[in-house]
């Protein structure tokens, strides 16, 4: 099976969910502690507001309490404001999250063990499409890189603590464009 997987570096910082003028300041102090955080993606055809995917809150809840407790989780949106968007049956598409560096790794489990709960019998056959942005702001400079994957569940977590580890490069180099690889059989 086929997955694609990109990395680019971006500006969306953890500082700059924090600083969005849509949130109230009580959710922007909340987002400003945050180590791990999902983030909406802005609008979807008439809807032009902040939009999560389907089953959001279940995955906020799993890394409230799974993640380390030195982490702190939140996510990038007023309650009122909250909405959530149905898509595809044979695609699981899950919340934009950004993380500082540190926990990345463990994040990625945990949205793998998110799958593997909500999916059950259906996770070695589905397909996922995920966002994770793994912020590496030292207090002076911003810096954050997103790694997006679409492809296998089975495959994801591996492909991604990948790419995680690939940041801890002195320079790390955005993939341009989209990578396209045969993963080799499981037999």
């Known amino acids: 099976m086929d997955h694609t997987l990109s990395t680019n570096q971006t500006e969306r910082t953890l500082q700059y969910w924090s600083s969005l003028d849509s949130l109230s300041a009580e959710t922007q102090r909340a987002?400003?502690?945050?180590s791990v955080l999902i983030?909406?993606?802005?609008?979807f055809r008439d809807h032009t507001g902040p939009v999560f995917p389907t089953g959001t809150v279940e995955l906020f809840r799993l890394l409230r309490e799974r993640s380390p407790q030195s982490a702190t989780v939140e996510i990038a949106v007023d309650e009122?404001?909250?909405?959530?968007?149905t898509l595809h049956y044979d695609l699981v598409t899950l919340a934009g999250v950004v993380?500082?560096?540190v926990v990345a790794p463990v994040v990625a489990g945990l949205?793998?063990?998110?799958?593997?709960?909500?999916l059950g019998d259906r996770f070695s056959k589905s397909e996922v499409e995920a966002?994770?942005?793994?912020d590496q702001s030292d207090g002076v400079s911003h810096r954050a890189?997103?790694?997006?994957?679409?492809?296998?569940a089975p495959t994801f977590e591996n492909t991604v603590q990948r790419a995680i580890a690939a940041l801890a490069q002195p320079e790390p180099k955005p993939v341009e464009n989209t990578t396209k690889r045969e993963l080799p059989s499981e037999n």
């Not at 983030?39 to 609008?43: K, R």
């Not at 949205?111 to 909500?118: A, F, I, M, S, T």
């Open 31 to 34: 987002v400003q502690k945050a």
């Open 39 to 43: 983030v909406p993606q802005n609008g």
């Open 80 to 85: 009122p404001q909250y909405k959530e968007l």
């Open 99 to 101: 993380v500082e560096y």
């Open 111 to 118: 949205l793998v063990e998110y799958l593997k709960v909500r």
């Open 131 to 134: 966002s994770i942005t793994v």
């Open 145 to 152: 890189w997103e790694i997006k994957y679409k492809g296998p």
